[in-house]
């Protein structure tokens, strides 16, 4: 007759006895319960990690010159494209320095009558990479002379484009047996957590959801 300490015995050596198994998911499938698992010794999981900020490129007129027949200036006299220029360049250059950098737009009108207007608008960006800045004039812009045109009005523009970082990103979540393990949050690395104890049907089948990057491990025995 099998006394209880017998007994006790033989369920730890039958237990023994159990294959431990480790699966492992990096992608998206189906895991299904063997029929001699009814219980789950861990579920260990991460999601993806957080993207990096991106760095991305943006551009802005800092300077548009117009030609205008006729009158309407507030200013005698001719305003000349080596001023034009160099407000350009000089906005270019206050980009240029990177940061969260101040710039001027001007727009600048010379009218057929010898009379122009310049008029002055304050702006600023944020996040702007130092040294990225760069300036492409519209066809037709010149370095040298009095600004003027043909017999119709006309515009010409200077463009400073420049790069900076956007915002870093989440991962995404990885999910198992009702289970959510989180992404990284902000371009940071993914937590891994720990289940214990879980609960299964033999014989069923579970959704196991994935990222790339992510993982789900099962810990079980059979």
């Given at each position: 007759?099998?006394t209880?300490?017998d ?5 730890f050596?039958?237990?023994?006895a159990?294959t431990?198994?480790t ?8 895991w299904t319960a ?6 789950l010794?861990?579920?260990?999981g991460?999601?993806?990690?957080g993207?990096?900020a991106?760095?991305?490129?943006a551009?802005?007129?800092?300077a548009?010159?117009?030609w205008?027949?006729?009158?309407g ?11 034009a220029?160099?407000?350009a ?11 969260s ?23 600023s960006?944020?996040?702007?990479v ?5 300036i ?5 812009w ?12 006309q515009?010409?523009?200077?463009t400073?484009?420049w ?6 990103t ?6 198992a047996?009702g289970?959510t ?20 049907t ?17 810990n079980?025995?059979?």
């Amino acid at each position: 007759m099998m006394t209880p300490i017998d007994a006790r015995r033989a369920a730890f050596y039958g237990r023994r006895a159990r294959t431990p198994v480790t699966q492992t998911f990096t992608s998206s499938g189906t895991w299904t319960a063997p029929a001699s698992t009814a219980m789950l010794d861990s579920l260990v999981g991460k999601g993806s990690n957080g993207g990096a900020a991106p760095l991305l490129s943006a551009s802005t007129t800092v300077a548009t010159v117009f030609w205008y027949i006729g009158s309407g200036g507030t200013n005698s006299g001719n305003y000349d494209w080596a001023s034009a220029t160099n407000s350009a360049i000089s906005q270019r250059n206050a980009i240029n320095a990177g940061g969260s950098p101040s710039y001027t737009f001007y727009n600048i009108s010379q009218h057929s009558n010898n009379t122009y207007t310049v008029a002055t608008a304050g702006y600023s960006l944020s996040g702007v990479v130092a040294g990225s800045a760069t300036i492409v004039y519209e066809t037709g812009w010149l370095s040298s002379g009095n600004i003027a045109g043909g017999g119709s009005s006309q515009n010409w523009s200077a463009t400073v484009s420049w790069n900076y970082y956007g915002s870093p990103t989440n991962g995404s979540d990885s999910t198992a047996l009702g289970y959510t393990f989180a992404g990284g949050i902000s371009g940071g690395v993914a937590p891994t957590s720990t289940h214990y104890n879980i609960a299964v049907t033999p014989g069923n089948g579970y959704s196991i959801v994935v990222p790339p990057g992510g993982s789900v491990t099962i810990n079980y025995y059979q």
